[in-house]
């Protein structure tokens, strides 16, 4: 396991520091604000650290309030909504300086049979094997772009996972805008087996939808994070869990942007396991303003 992935999950083992009170931390990173999707994730851990472990995550609805300050703390407070007798509600507010930056209501199921089917199919990409890995390709779009970009300085930090792309990058779109589109495919994994943990699976990967799905508004307009013209934050995110997956295995990101108008962007992805199986749906607006 490499070191970056033992910080991320160190990152998600919270504090509980009263009844249903969780307090997280940032990682020391010369950043401006707090990675969303770190801040899903650990208020997904701090909902699930309240539901018996026989309840599975089937679906999250949560809202960015305000930028999360990676300086301090965040406390999480989990509100036990209801505990029926197949369903459990709970609410997370994420707080900063006395004030809530972030607010999630997920809900969890018992395991029970019913109707099954799958009407979407995961599109017909080059497998992993045959894809650059995401820093390597970055480094190529980078070189002629912006010598000071930040980028540079974030491609030399380890990731905890290894992402490689089946379709073009935002920065090979900026440079070469015959190659923007609206959809994105992504193929991911965490690079270590990790623990037969049911939650730390949907949680990783909660962590990890965070990361491209808004790039796929922007790759439509041959636009990319980090260009001096380009700013933006996340508004709401979505998901729902629908079978049991492992993001230790490779899994695909299959990603869309039906719409954007108003300095607002929506996005929606599906995860597919190796052999074909949707096990998560994601939908996501954020705010993207370009001067």
């Not at 805008?177 to 949680?203: C, Q």
């Not at 049991?244 to 942007?257: C, G």
Request: avoid cysteine.
């Amino acid at each position: 396991m490499n070191q970056a992935l033992k910080e991320l999950l160190d990152l998600l083992d919270l504090e509980q520091i009263e009844l249903d009170i969780f307090r997280g931390r940032s990682p020391a990173e010369d950043v401006q604000r707090v990675f969303g999707g770190q801040v899903a994730a650990q208020a997904l851990v701090a909902a699930g650290r309240t539901v018996p472990a026989e309840r599975h995550v089937h679906s999250l609805h949560a809202y960015f309030i305000r930028p999360g300050d990676p300086a301090v703390p965040i406390v999480y407070n989990v509100e036990r909504v209801r505990d029926g007798r197949s369903f459990t509600t709970r609410r997370v507010v994420a707080i900063q300086h006395g004030k809530a930056i972030f607010t999630m209501s997920a809900s969890f199921h018992i395991d029970e049979p019913g109707l099954a089917h799958q009407a979407t199919t995961m599109p017909e990409v080059p497998g992993p094997e045959k894809l650059a890995p995401f820093q390597e390709r970055m480094r190529q779009a980078l070189w002629d772009v912006r010598e000071d970009s930040p980028w540079r300085e974030l491609l030399s930090r380890p990731r905890p996972l290894d992402a490689r792309y089946a379709t073009p990058l935002t920065w090979e779109a900026l440079r070469d805008p015959s190659l923007s589109r609206s959809t994105t495919n992504v193929w991911f994994r965490y690079e270590a087996e990790l623990p037969d943990d049911p939650l730390l699976h949907v949680v990783l990967a909660a962590y990890t939808s965070d990361f491209t799905l808004v790039d796929t508004v922007l790759l439509a307009h041959g636009q990319a994070w980090g260009t001096p013209n380009v700013s933006g934050a996340s508004l709401d995110h979505a998901m729902w869990f629908h079978r049991p997956f492992r993001v230790d295995e490779w899994m695909l990101y299959a990603q869309e942007s039906p719409w954007s108008s108003s300095a607002r962007g929506l996005a929606k992805g599906e995860m597919f396991t190796r052999s074909g199986e949707l096990a998560v749906s994601v939908v996501q607006e954020a705010m993207i303003r370009v001067s």
